[in-house]
């Protein structure tokens, strides 16, 4: 399909081509200086500790429960209204994900009050997922989470970076996992990244992502060690240089991206104001202090009530604008029915979900790209 305006697109330019060679070059490809480099960059950035790249978000998620301390039986409560691997994650380590609600039509996040409703003498966690780039209420989370002796991992898949109260998301929990996939904020095609202040989770989630071994094939190589010890059930998620070489760069480039994220979301509020279609705000204002800023990663909007989505999703595609949904609530999919019981249906969110619909947004997208998404938006309907 050749899309007049795509959903997304990624921002690659001479500086990314070549910093994919540099390591063919040099001729150290698997985990290394370039990926420390990376973590070191990170970390700066995001004004964390300890910042450990990974081959995906959902190895990052999955590190970040086990550091965690999460174990089997345990239950963890996260939004429904998130991609599955968000869930999925809680699932690996034989816990048991906990579907909630989001706060309502104009705030898709999950928040504290929704969360409380939720806690059982068998939660021991609680996952945000900060969507769209919007913060999650982490200051009423935490709040909730020391009363309940919980821990907090964040799902910042799609908050590179939000900052609320002046701290970046994925500072807020025991862990945050970020994720580089071709269509987020910055991308290196496949990629993750978890975050922590704790020294113990960070060496835990150094450790797991690679086997469980003490020492890495660079430290061999480099003479630094000559063999090596397992001491945990270990994974293999390590992040390679190529893709490490380009997320520096895309990292380097990132706050003029969100520049024009900010662009582009803002003339999209200028044109649907006042209209049929919905633009969430997400309580930022109250939740916010000046100088906190948004990272925004997608454009969701609600269409009116018993409005046919379908309908005006194939009459964007047949103006050459692709659109999406995110997203099905997961405790709708075949592999989670009967993982809710009836009494705590996320009913609201399932009908909030049924009017969501993603215009594009990408950081070289123009006005006038946005104009016509409205106008086509504004007619379908
Ligand atoms: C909210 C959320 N969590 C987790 C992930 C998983 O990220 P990855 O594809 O890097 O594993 C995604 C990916 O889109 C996501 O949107």
Not at 54 to 67: D, E, G
Not at 248 to 269: G, I, N
Request: with cysteine; net charge neutral.
């Amino acid at each position: 399909m050749n899309w007049r305006v795509p959903l997304f697109e990624p921002n690659f330019g001479a500086e990314e081509l070549a910093a994919v060679q540099r390591p063919l070059r040099d001729g150290w490809i698997t985990m290394g200086e370039v990926t420390l480099r990376l973590e070191a960059e990170f970390a700066k950035r995001c004004g964390v500790k300890h910042a450990m790249a990974v081959n995906n978000c959902t190895a990052a998620l999955h590190l970040a429960v086990l550091a965690a301390g999460i174990r089997p039986g345990d239950e963890v409560i996260c939004p429904t209204l998130t991609f599955v691997a968000t869930a999925n994650a809680v699932r690996y380590v034989g816990a048991t994900p906990v579907f909630c609600e989001s706060v309502g039509p104009t705030n898709l996040n999950i928040g504290p009050r929704q969360v409380a409703e939720r806690i059982t003498p068998r939660t021991r966690g609680v996952m945000t997922v900060h969507y769209a780039g919007f913060p999650v209420d982490m200051v009423g989370m935490q709040d909730l989470a020391r009363k309940h002796n919980l821990v907090i991992i964040e799902d910042c898949a799609h908050a590179l970076f939000s900052t609320l109260q002046g701290r970046c998301c994925g500072t807020w929990g025991a862990a945050g996992a970020f994720s580089f996939f071709g269509n987020k904020n910055m991308t290196c095609g496949e990629g993750g990244m978890v975050t922590t202040d704790d020294d113990d989770v960070a060496d835990r989630v150094r450790n797991m992502r690679s086997h469980g071994m003490t020492t890495l094939t660079l430290d061999r190589y480099k003479g630094r060690a000559f063999s090596y010890d397992v001491i945990a059930h270990g994974y293999n998620y390590r992040m390679d240089e190529m893709r490490s070489a380009l997320a520096l760069v895309q990292l380097k480039r990132l706050d003029s991206f969100l520049h024009e994220r900010r662009r582009v979301r803002e003339w999209y509020c200028e044109r649907l104001m006042g209209t049929q279609v919905m633009v969430p705000d997400f309580d930022w204002k109250a939740i916010s202090q000046p100088g906190d800023s948004v990272g925004f990663h997608i454009m969701p909007v609600l269409l009116p009530e018993g409005c046919n989505r379908e309908a005006v999703a194939d009459r964007l595609k047949g103006q050459g604008i692709q659109s999406s949904v995110h997203y099905r609530p997961v405790h709708t999919f075949s592999a989670f029915s009967g993982s809710v019981p009836s009494a705590q249906r996320p009913a609201l969110t399932e009908v909030i979900a049924e009017r969501e619909l993603t215009l594009p947004m990408y950081p070289t997208m123009s006005n006038e790209q946005v104009d016509l998404v409205c106008e086509c938006l504004l007619a379908a309907l």
